[in-house]
């Protein structure tokens, strides 16, 4: 019997995740513009990986009404926002959903002693929101992104991440 349980744990699981936030997150990175100081092939990569996580994190969290997923990928003021983001959904009982997420991040500024870098993204995706996990709104959206990050011990953070009417 508590094998049959197992397995229906871990079909739950899988299931949860492929009905979860879109992990399939599409970030196309341009740091060509980068100033004053360009950005180096294996810094671009670790950006784009982290940053890519960032919105699966966002995604999730969001999602699931847990805190969880924000840890690690953020830090300072744009971690205090999605914490309270969070917390109200979760007294409310809503819930969103990011679905079919598609960045296009440009590289504006990357500081002389590589401790910061902001980013410019126009973030295209499916914006739902449910109701004890009903469908209640759904809408597509372009939003434009203000981001900046800051490199950890062992990944890049997102600091601070401002929707803005354009750049």
């Given at each position: 019997?508590?094998?049959?349980?197992?397995?229906?744990?871990?079909?739950?699981?899988?299931?949860?995740?492929?009905?979860?936030?879109?992990?399939?997150?599409?970030?196309?990175?341009?740091?060509?513009?980068?100033?004053?100081?360009?950005?180096?092939?294996?810094?671009?990569?670790?950006?784009?990986?982290?940053?890519?996580?960032?919105?699966?994190?966002?995604?999730?969290?969001?999602?699931?009404?847990?805190?969880?997923?924000?840890?690690?990928?953020?830090?300072?003021?744009?971690?205090?926002?999605?914490?309270?983001?969070?917390?109200?959904?979760?007294?409310?009982?809503?819930?969103?959903?990011?679905?079919?997420?598609?960045?296009?991040?440009?590289?504006?500024?990357?500081?002389?002693?590589?401790?910061?870098?902001?980013?410019?993204?126009?973030?295209?995706?499916?914006?739902?929101?449910?109701d004890s996990g009903k469908l209640i709104h759904e809408e597509h959206v372009v939003v434009h992104y203000i981001v900046l990050m800051t490199p950890a011990a062992d990944r890049w953070m997102v600091r601070h991440l401002q929707a803005v009417p354009q750049f």
């Amino acid at each position: 019997m508590s094998r049959i349980v197992t397995i229906f744990a871990l079909l739950l699981a899988s299931s949860l995740s492929s009905f979860g936030a879109d992990s399939a997150v599409r970030v196309q990175l341009d740091s060509t513009k980068a100033s004053p100081r360009s950005v180096e092939s294996l810094t671009e990569q670790v950006i784009l990986r982290d940053y890519r996580f960032a919105w699966t994190s966002i995604a999730q969290a969001l999602e699931f009404n847990t805190l969880d997923p924000l840890e690690g990928a953020f830090t300072g003021e744009s971690k205090q926002v999605l914490s309270q983001s969070v917390t109200s959904q979760q007294r409310t009982g809503l819930s969103q959903r990011y679905v079919d997420q598609n960045h296009k991040v440009q590289a504006v500024f990357y500081a002389p002693e590589g401790d910061v870098i902001e980013l410019h993204d126009t973030a295209e995706y499916q914006h739902q929101i449910l109701d004890s996990g009903k469908l209640i709104h759904e809408e597509h959206v372009v939003v434009h992104y203000i981001v900046l990050m800051t490199p950890a011990a062992d990944r890049w953070m997102v600091r601070h991440l401002q929707a803005v009417p354009q750049f």
